[in-house]
């Protein structure tokens, strides 16, 4: 149980167009959802918290309007990166909590984007 | 501030012993986590500590002591499928996960 997925797996776009990643929760309800970032050969960066029906919080230095979130149901949360640059290039993953516990977070695979 | 210090990078032989430490100060604490991630994947559970003492699960084991704000992840009879980044993470008191810098682990025959 407690599966995470994460569509797509890896995209290229073009700078300056707009990228929706989504994260599901196959088998059990996602109360809270996480996005992180992470560049190569560095740890995961938490980029925003997101609890169903409410608005993300985002950490310190990430742009919400860059960065859209969006926890609509307790199974689904999308991320837009929007205007992509070279810079957003990257491996986001999300994670997801359910309201059993707060101690487990399950990880999706992962989504690779490069700006071109 | 918050901080989670492990080492950058570490090497070990096929069959042996690895120990993985893990120091860190945060504001609370409400478990520590230890993950690991292969190149290009997302980052897998390990085990999770919240008491002090030792954590055995299978050729894994963790180990906590709060008051010296330690941990560390023991791998035995290394495999070179091991090879991978091993990431540290605490839980604080907002249940926020704060993460370590990841120890990259290298497998030699």
């Known amino acids: 149980g407690a599966v995470v997925s994460q569509h797509p797996s890896w995209v290229i776009c073009k700078s300056g167009t707009s990228v929706k990643i989504e994260c599901r929760s196959l088998?059990?309800?996602?109360?809270?959802m996480f996005w992180y970032r992470q560049f190569p050969k560095q740890s995961l960066m938490l980029m925003a918290t997101?609890?169903?029906?409410?608005?993300?919080?985002?950490e310190q230095g990430v742009e919400k309007d860059k960065f859209l979130i969006n926890h609509a149901s307790l199974t689904l949360s999308t991320l837009t990166v929007t205007s992509a640059h070279p810079e957003d290039s990257s491996f986001y993953i999300c994670?997801?909590?359910?309201?059993?516990?707060?101690?487990?977070?399950?990880f999706g695979p992962g989504t690779r984007l490069t700006v071109t | 501030g918050q901080n989670i210090d492990q080492p950058t990078e570490m090497t070990a032989t096929e069959g042996a012993i690895v120990q993985i430490n893990c120091t860190y100060q945060?504001?609370?604490?409400?478990?520590l986590f230890w993950y690991q991630q292969h190149a290009g994947e997302a980052p897998t559970f390990l085990s999770y500590?919240?008491l002090d003492g030792l954590e055995e699960k299978g050729r894994f084991s963790s180990f906590l002591s709060r008051s010296k704000g330690y941990s560390y992840l023991l791998l035995k009879e290394l495999q070179m499928k091991d090879s991978a980044s091993y990431l540290c993470a605490v839980m604080d008191s907002n249940y926020q996960l704060i993460w370590g810098a990841g120890t990259k682990l290298i497998i030699k025959p």
């Open positions: 997101s609890n169903e029906g409410s608005k993300a919080t985002y």
């Open positions: 088998d059990f309800q996602a109360t809270t």
């Open positions: 945060t504001s609370g604490f409400n478990g």
């Open positions: 994670s997801a909590r359910g309201a059993g516990g707060f101690y487990e977070q399950y």
């Open positions: 500590n919240v």
